[in-house]
Nanobody, 119 residues
Framework: QVQLVESGGGLVQPGGSLRLSCAASGSGFSINYMGWYRQAPRKQRELVATFTSGGNTVYADSVKGRFTISRDNAKNTVSLQMSSLEPEDTAVYYC?????????????WGQGTQVTVSS
């Protein structure tokens, strides 16, 4: 079993910055994908940014140039530095991971953290 624990989030004014972090805990697993999704009210959950199994990064077009994803492989953590935040970035942000345990891949989600961009 793997747990994803998020931290960060909160209320910020437009143009401000926030940093989200996520730590994966458990044993006997390796991480294939790890990143962030978000879900705004009345909208579908969407990809924000993620590391792929090859170590590449994928960003949603709407956050390119404003958000930066980073990771610490030794600690199984991933962070999302968000800058130039806009009201449209308001959403619940979820840490997401696809991990490999023995012969199978499993998908996990964090509990979500609220990000509100408002003046």
């Amino acid at each position: 079993q793997v747990q994803l624990v998020e931290s960060g989030g909160g209320l910020v004014q437009p143009g401000g910055s926030l940093r989200l972090s996520c730590a994966a805990s458990g044993s006997g697993f390796s991480i294939n994908y790890m990143g962030w999704y978000r879900q705004a009210p009345r909208k579908q959950r969407e990809l924000v940014a993620t590391f792929t199994s090859g170590g590449n990064t994928v960003y949603a077009d709407s956050v390119k140039g404003r958000f930066t994803i980073s990771r610490d492989n030794a600690k199984n953590t991933v962070s999302l530095q968000m800058s130039s935040l806009e009201p449209e970035d308001t959403a619940v942000y979820y840490c997401h991971a696809i991990v490999h345990i023995r012969d199978y891949d499993y998908q996990y989600w964090g509990q979500g953290t609220q990000v509100t961009v408002s003046s």
